[in-house]
């Protein structure tokens, strides 16, 4: 799992440990999540199936694609397909995808990278692993998140972000016993390269075995914890959790996940995504590619598709 690494986290900015007065998040849920296909048939968990919306808000759902080490001739992506609403955020942690769509945008996206994007009014998209890949074989590894877009911002024009690895901002535990990476958002004062229409952040943390990460969290925003791989605890109180479980967290200062002293040999240390936002606290109505307001709005938007007005699919 390369996404971004650091031989030696002591050379880092080091994270605050709570002071005295900080509150500590309570740990309100704990969910599996339920595995499946997406697209042309690549496995994904559904990170946060389960979990009420009302908790999720400003998030729609999470994808974990993969991890999964394709064989030559297996590596699979995604067919065209639309967007309108809400933004998709694309992090790749082992592989390559490859994207494009029907406003010239396109490009790669591999280890560490994150493709940001605003489909706003509308877009017609595609991702694959590269012809090489296939061919090849290969790990694949990432997630996908989708962001709500608040009523006003929900008809911008589509726009993207590519965060390279290099970009993303790199902190470490209070004992340097953590590498955090802040991929958007701020934590403790350190900002990421992300910018984003609803005020939030995100954070993919690696926990070392017996190592424990108490991580100074907005407390206007939310908390979700997922655990990408590896096995330990969530909350003061010390939860357990492991890959493919999600965890909501109540109010506070800060959040505290902590990696189990023993781990499988394929996962050595604790992975986990902490995202969280300042809710939006609209009217959500939510279909297949569409997030909206209301229901007309998601009929208007299958309406504009049928009709082309989300743009081309681009002549190969």
Request: aromatic share 8%; net charge negative.
């Amino acid at each position: 799992m390369p996404a971004v690494t650091v031989d030696d986290l002591t050379v880092l900015p080091r994270l605050k440990a709570p002071g005295l007065g900080d509150q500590p998040r309570p740990v309100w849920q704990v969910t599996t999540a339920p595995s499946g296909y997406e697209g042309e048939g690549f496995p994904v968990r559904r990170a946060f199936a389960g979990i009420d919306m009302a908790l999720l808000d400003p998030f729609i759902m999470m994808d974990q694609m993969g991890e999964v080490d394709y064989a030559p001739g297996e590596p699979k992506g995604t067919p065209w397909h639309p967007h309108r609403g809400f933004e998709t955020v694309t992090y790749i942690i082992d592989g390559v995808f490859d994207h494009q769509d029907s406003h010239g945008g396109g490009g790669s996206i591999t280890n560490g990278d994150t493709q940001w994007m605003t489909a706003g009014a509308g877009i017609l998209h595609i991702e694959t692993p590269p012809e090489w890949l296939v061919q090849a074989g290969g790990l694949f590894h990432g997630i996908q998140l989708w962001v709500n877009l608040p009523r006003d911002d929900k008809l911008a024009d589509p726009a993207y972000q590519d965060i390279g690895s290099g970009q993303v901002r790199l902190l470490t535990s209070y004992d340097a016993g953590a590498l955090v990476r802040v991929i958007a958002g701020e934590v403790d004062g350190h900002r990421g390269p992300g910018s984003t229409h609803t005020p939030m952040a995100l954070v993919h943390a690696t926990v070392e075995p017996g190592a424990r990460l108490d991580l100074p969290w907005n407390n206007e925003f939310n908390a979700l914890v997922y655990v990408l791989a590896g096995q330990g605890t969530v909350g003061v109180d010390g939860q357990p959790i492991r890959m493919g479980q999600a965890s909501v967290l109540g109010s506070g200062d800060y959040l505290t996940i902590a990696g189990a002293e023993k781990q499988q040999s394929n996962t050595p240390a604790l992975e986990v995504i902490v995202v969280g936002g300042r809710p939006i606290r609209e009217p959500l109505a939510w279909a297949g590619p569409f997030v909206m307001n209301t229901k007309d709005e998601v009929l208007a938007a299958y309406e504009d598709f049928q009709k082309g007005r989300f743009g081309h699919i681009p002549a190969h």
